[in-house]
Nanobody, 123 residues
Framework: QVQLVESGGGLVQAGGSLRLSCAAS????????MGWFRQAPGKEREFVAA????????YYPDSVKGRFTISRDNAKNTVYLQMNSLKPEDTAVYYC????????????????WGQGTQVTVSS
C-alpha cells in the first residue's frame, strides 16, 4: 500500500520561503515520477512540479519556475518542494503525488495522492 504523507505547510509572509516534505512508503519508487499539485479555494487542482525519481530530472510550469525546486532524498524516500519568493497567489493546499507515468502525473491522473498540507501566504 503506497502512502504519501506531506508536512511543512504553514503561514508565511509574501517573499518568504517554505519547504514541503513528502514521505513515501509502500513501494520502491525508482521507477516512479513524483510531483506536487496545489488547489486553491474555488479553483482546479494545478500542477506545480515533478521529478523523475531515477534520474532526478525536474519539470515546472511557468507560474513557479525559478521560485520552486523539487528534489528527492533516496535514502529517506522523501520528496521535497522548496518554495521561495512566495506570493499570496501561491496560497493553496499542496498535494504530493506519485505515478509510474510522468505524463499521467502531470495531467493529474496519478494513482497515489497524499492528504495535502495548507500553505498560506499573507500580503
Amino acid at each position: 500500500q503506497v502512502q504519501l504523507v506531506e508536512s511543512g505547510g504553514g503561514l508565511v509572509q509574501a517573499g518568504g520561503s517554505l519547504r514541503l516534505s513528502c514521505a513515501a512508503s509502500g513501494r520502491t519508487f525508482s521507477r516512479y515520477s513524483m510531483g506536487w499539485f496545489r488547489q486553491a479555494p474555488g479553483k482546479e487542482r494545478e500542477f506545480v512540479a515533478a521529478i523523475i525519481w531515477s534520474i532526478g530530472r525536474t519539470y515546472y510550469p511557468d507560474s513557479v519556475k525559478g521560485r520552486f525546486t523539487i528534489s528527492r532524498d533516496n535514502a529517506k524516500n522523501t520528496v521535497y518542494l522548496q518554495m521561495n519568493s512566495l506570493k499570496p497567489e501561491d496560497t493553496a493546499v499542496y498535494y504530493c503525488t506519485a505515478d509510474q507515468s510522468l505524463s499521467g502525473l502531470q495531467l493529474g491522473h496519478s494513482n497515489y495522492w497524499g492528504q495535502g498540507t495548507q500553505v498560506t501566504v499573507s500580503s
